[in-house]
């Protein structure tokens, strides 16, 4: 906001600002150590243990259309759980909403921008992401995760999963798009 404003004044333009949001983005480039004290945070790594000690546990990065479908399903029904245990409906209620992320799907996987990831264990989907690579970013978009191991913080264990697959991928950015949401 402030390099368009510094460009609005000096080319006389009114700038009218109604609203704003926050949209976090870390650096993997400038802030590689900050990333790397969350990714190594004792709380966070204790529950990565629990889940990566269960019969199964792996973390599967997809960009493939048929191996993403398979998961697709299941990833609308735990969005639908874990938004109707908040007491807020998940948009995965509606068919066209369902259909929506398909054509994402079909159009852009091709191009590799997307990147879904499906986090499993003890036989069954932990937490899953739907979200995109593009130039060299990670965009943070849409995460589900099983509501019956909530105590076990598995949203915060993906997102360390996440982080974890930028840095080794040597991405430049993780951008955790619009909301100022505590976890991010």
Not at 94 to 111: A, I, P, V, W
Not at 124 to 135: D, I, N, R
Not at 146 to 175: C, Q, T, W, Y
Request: charged share 25%.
């Amino acid at each position: 906001y402030s390099l368009l404003e510094t460009a609005c004044k000096s080319n006389n333009i009114y700038l009218l600002r109604t609203r704003s949001t926050e949209c976090p983005i870390l650096s993997l480039k400038t802030d590689m150590g900050f990333v790397k004290k969350v990714v190594k945070n004792k709380t966070l790594r204790y529950y990565h243990n629990y889940f990566a000690k269960k019969e199964g546990f792996k973390v599967l990065h997809l960009q493939e259309n048929d191996e993403i479908e398979e998961y697709l399903s299941a990833f609308f029904n735990q969005h639908i759980d874990r938004w109707g245990e908040k007491g807020t409906p998940s948009l995965f209620l509606r068919q066209e909403n369902k259909d929506f992320y398909l054509e994402l799907l079909h159009t852009m996987s091709g191009k590799k921008w997307i990147i879904f990831t499906a986090m499993l264990a003890g036989g069954s989907p932990v937490a899953f992401h739907f979200g995109f690579l593009y130039k060299n970013r990670f965009f943070y978009y849409k995460p589900s995760f099983d509501m019956a191991r909530a105590k076990h913080s598995p949203g915060k264990v993906l997102l360390k999963e996440l982080l974890d697959f930028s840095i080794r991928n040597k991405l430049d950015e993780f951008d955790f798009l619009a909301g100022a949401e505590a976890y991010k």
